[in-house]
């Protein structure tokens, strides 16, 4: 086999692994929250999507240990990261303060 082959490959390879750790599903942060700060306010979390006050904007989720990245991709917050933390089952910590799940 060549050796632009096996480069070809290995390339390929690296980018499924990277296409890997980002990703359209939340995983453990899917599903309607509420914050439980100064500010209440509901955040449904489904697959590439993110729903808070009536707007719906696009994002990707990337999951490391107990973080969950949220990355948006549309919207206002255009380009904006941000890191949730699960503290537990049903309730999680960032930036603008605590939310816990609803069922």
Known sequence: M????VLQI???AIAY???GCSSGDPSRLGGAWLMTGPVKMK???RQGEVEALGNID????ES???DVIVTYESGLMKGTAMR???VGGDTARFELGDMRRTK
């Not at 696009?58 to 989720?61: H, M, Q, R």
């Open 2 to 5: 060549p050796i632009r082959n």
């Open 10 to 12: 290995l390339l390929l």
């Open 17 to 19: 692994i990277l296409a």
């Open 43 to 45: 955040v449904q979390f």
């Open 58 to 61: 696009k994002v990707s989720y």
């Open 64 to 66: 490391k240990s107990n």
């Open 84 to 86: 949730y933390t699960l």
